[in-house]
């Protein structure tokens, strides 16, 4: 019999479980999963801004430092 490759770890389900709560179609999953996904893309390219500039973001370090960020404000684009 074969195994599944598919198959899921005791906190994979949980967070499976997790994301099913308010979800009442596949729309509302997908529209979840979207979210969660731009989070961490957004996550991670901060990190590796601040892995880049050598300081974490509105950290003194970087001011005047000719490396500073420029303060945006977040938009949905």
Do not use: P
Not at 7 to 35: A, F, P, W, Y
Not at 54 to 72: D, M, P
């Amino acid at each position: 019999m074969k195994t599944s490759k598919n198959k899921l770890t005791d906190k994979e389900m949980e967070l499976v479980s997790l994301l099913m709560q308010d979800c009442q179609s596949t729309g509302d999953i997908q529209s979840k999963l979207k979210r969660l996904f731009a989070g961490s893309i957004e996550q991670m390219l901060e990190a590796e801004m601040d892995e880049h500039l050598g300081y974490e973001k509105h950290c003194v370090e970087g001011n005047n430092s000719g490396n500073s960020r420029k303060w945006l404000q977040s938009q949905d684009y």
